[in-house]
């Protein structure tokens, strides 16, 4: 499986930014795929998640009500809509897929497959 992501950039805090990760290869074996960010000087953090079949979403607390996960099968592709984006937000942004459904969510061990990064930079 391969994960291409996209749609970061330079944005002023309030604004509004969409990631888009597109998946290739054996997308069939899929069970999720999620976003992790990691900021300079920080560890990767979870932030989202969506079973690829069912559809089911998980948030961490942080962006709950700011980030909106979605998926299109048709495409292959998962959206992160991000909403509000306040300067702490700034960080690469990384999809990841998970095709076991064996470990915790929030853990970035749990996945198998990551995209490039992209950077998402917001100023305030």
């Known amino acids: 499986v391969q994960l291409q992501a996209s749609g970061g950039g330079l944005v002023q805090a309030g604004g509004s930014l969409r990631l888009s990760c597109t998946a290739s290869?054996?997308?069939?074996?899929?069970?999720?795929i999620g976003w992790l960010r990691q900021a300079p000087g920080k560890e990767r953090e979870f932030l989202a998640r969506?079973?690829?079949?069912?559809?089911?979403?998980y948030y961490t607390d942080s962006v709950k009500g700011r980030f909106t996960i979605s998926r299109d099968n048709a495409k292959n592709t998962v959206y992160l809509q991000m909403d509000s984006l306040k300067p702490e937000d700034t960080a690469v942004y990384y999809c990841?897929?998970?095709?076991?459904?064996?470990?915790?969510?929030?853990?970035?061990?749990?996945?198998?497959?990551w995209g490039q990064g992209t950077l998402v930079t917001v100023s305030s």
């Open positions: 969506i079973n690829w079949s069912a559809g089911a979403t």
């Open positions: 290869g054996r997308t069939s074996s899929l069970y999720a």
């Open positions: 990841a897929a998970d095709g076991y459904n064996s470990g915790s969510i929030y853990s970035q061990d749990t996945y198998n497959y």
